[in-house]
Structures are given as structure tokens and as C-alpha cells.
T-cell receptor
Framework: DQQVKQNSPSLSVQEGRISILNCDYT??????FLWYKKYPAEGPTFLIS?????DKNEDGRFTVFLNKSAKHLSLHIVPSQPGDSAVYFC??????????FGTGTSLTVIP | GAGVSQSPRYKVAKRGQDVALRCDPI?????LFWYQQALGQGPEFLTY????????KSGLPSDRFFAERPEGSVSTLKIQRTQQEDSAVYLC?????????????FGDGTRLSIL
């Protein structure tokens, strides 16, 4: 049973446009959410996080939105750059110890 | 280096052999995690240490998997009598404290192939 789901395996976006990556979760006890970026043959790199007490967190070109009632979060990248091309994983935690990851969305930013 | 270091980067073993995977966390990080990532999937939790104490091993798939962190720093994940389904990337992550929520910082993983 996948508690964190990323239903879009891939996404292609033109350079300069907005990339929107989506993530859904089922466990209402989750209270901390993260996005990771992963290049081939490397480990995931932490990108941005959000606590359940907030509905938005912004860091430069990256913004994460949390909709608790819908159990949905999204990552917005604007403007998208070719270097953003990678696999993006969302993750969630209830305890701060065990994190549950989605299956990832492969983003391609076309120059 | 300042990041999480894992070795070896690649490991090939024959079915039935034992393997040991090493993780050097970021210096001073209290928490250490092991994950297994199958092809096309996200990382799946295996086990968690707070200093030298293994507080959660609920994700270990069988008793062939064993992890330790005897001095609260370096950790080793051991897999005994390996089987083909053990082939995966094994990721180690560390985080600074156990207070509140902290992001986990990952190493580059060990890609294990069982022949």
C-alpha cells in the first residue's frame, strides 16, 4: 500500500515556463513533507520542505503548496531551467523518523 | 567531504554470498537511516538509528538483513545469504537531530547486483 503517490511518471516543460509536480498521500497523520531532486547515479538531494502548519513554503524558484484537506501537495518551479531536469521525489513523515517516498516524477526541461 | 559517504559504490555478488555496505554519515548527525530503492521506485525505509541505538527496524525485509552503528557514527548494513531480489540501490541518509522535523541528507548509494 503506497502511502505517498506521484501519479505522473514524467513531465516535459519548455525552458522559462512553470513546472508543476504533484503528490498525493493517504495518511492523515503525516505532518512533514519534503521534495527531493535526484540525478542519475546520485543520491536524492533535499530541495524544500513544508510543515503541516503551513500551506505554502517558498525558496527562490521553488514553491511547495500543501492542501491538507485534499491530502495533496505540489512543487512549483518557475522559471524552469534545463538544469532542473531530474527525477523529483516527494516524501512524507508522521514521526520525523520514518519517511515514505513516492515513486518519482522525471522532469525534462526543454531548452 | 561534508556529505554522507557510502562504500562501495557498486557491489556484485553471487547468490548466497554475504555482503556488507558501509555508510559514513555527516559528522555530528544523530540520526541515520537506511533505504532500499528498487528500479523505478522510490526509496523504501529499512531501519533507523539514533546514535548507536537502532530504534526502528520494521522495514528490514527478512532476518537476513542486519544493520549496526556501534559507536554512533559509521553504520554497516549486512545482508546474509544474498538472493536475486536483494538487487537494488541501498541508500543511507543522516539528519542532524531528533528534535522536530529535519530533512534527511542522502549518500549516493551502493548499487548491489546479485547474480
Amino acid at each position: 500500500d503506497q502511502q505517498v503517490k506521484q501519479n505522473s511518471p514524467s513531465l516535459s516543460v519548455q525552458e522559462g515556463r512553470i513546472s508543476i509536480l504533484n503528490c498525493d498521500y493517504t495518511n492523515s497523520m503525516f505532518d512533514y513533507f519534503l521534495w527531493y531532486k535526484k540525478y542519475p547515479a546520485e543520491g536524492p538531494t533535499f530541495l524544500i520542505s513544508i510543515s503541516s502548519i503551513k500551506d505554502k513554503n517558498e525558496d527562490g524558484r521553488f514553491t511547495v503548496f500543501l492542501n491538507k484537506s485534499a491530502k495533496h501537495l505540489s512543487l512549483h518551479i518557475v522559471p524552469s531551467q534545463p538544469g532542473d531536469s531530474a527525477v523529483y521525489f516527494c516524501a512524507a513523515s508522521a514521526t520525523g523518523n520514518q519517511f515514505y517516498f513516492g515513486t518519482g516524477t522525471s522532469l525534462t526541461v526543454i531548452p | 567531504g561534508a556529505g554522507v559517504s557510502q562504500s562501495p559504490r557498486y557491489k556484485v555478488a553471487k547468490r548466497g554470498q554475504d555482503v556488507a555496505l558501509r555508510c559514513d554519515p555527516i559528522s555530528g548527525h544523530v540520526s541515520l537511516f537506511w533505504y532500499q530503492q528498487a528500479l523505478g521506485q522510490g526509496p523504501e525505509f529499512l531501519t533507523y538509528f539514533q546514535n548507536e541505538a537502532q530504534l526502528d527496524k520494521s522495514g528490514l525485509p527478512s532476518d537476513r538483513f542486519f544493520a549496526e552503528r556501534p559507536e554512533g557514527s559509521v553504520s554497516t548494513l549486512k545482508i546474509q545469504r544474498t538472493q536475486q531480489e536483494d538487487s537494488a540501490v541501498y541508500l543511507c541518509a543522516s539528519s542532524l537531530t531528533i528534535q522536530g522535523h529535519q530533512p534527511q541528507h542522502f549518500g549516493d548509494g551502493t548499487r548491489l547486483s546479485i547474480l
